[in-house]
């Protein structure tokens, strides 16, 4: 997993890969939402079902901050696209963020890379738990 170009493991990586994820605490993604530094003061992004807390970047994702508009959510899909939030659909209605079923190969790719990117800098503290509608 870590070629010549990759930095080594950070203690925050190897401590979210011994993690046992089924053992996390579970959060809905209404819970999630309120993560959000305001609501509650802690500052959660989910990718993948997975939420990292990244509280201690509050000068990027804190409010009025430039990733801010990333923190309460599962953000797969907005990270695939490169985007900071989706645009509404003819209908008006606004995409799930964490919806991944129609991206590309490539796309995929980069969602990938972002969790490895979360997962060296950021703790992995809950599961998000699955809808069922």
């Known amino acids: 997993m870590f070629g010549s170009k990759s930095k080594e493991p950070t203690e925050i990586f190897l401590k979210n890969e011994s993690l046992d994820l089924d053992s996390l605490p579970s959060l809905s993604r209404q819970q999630l939402s309120k993560h ?27 409010p009025g901050k430039a990733y801010h508009k990333l923190v309460g959510k599962d953000v797969g899909r ?29 796309q995929l790719k980069i969602v990938e890379d972002w969790i490895v990117f979360f997962k060296m800098r950021y703790p992995i503290v809950a599961r998000i738990e699955e809808d069922h509608q």
């Open 36 to 62: 959000n530094g305001v609501e509650i003061p802690k500052l959660y992004v989910a990718i993948k079902g997975l939420v990292y807390d990244v509280t201690e970047n509050e000068k990027s994702y804190g």
């Open 78 to 106: 907005l990270l695939g696209l490169n985007r900071l939030q989706l645009k509404e659909e003819e209908d008006g209605r606004i995409p799930n963020t964490w919806d991944l079923s129609d991206l590309e190969e490539k």
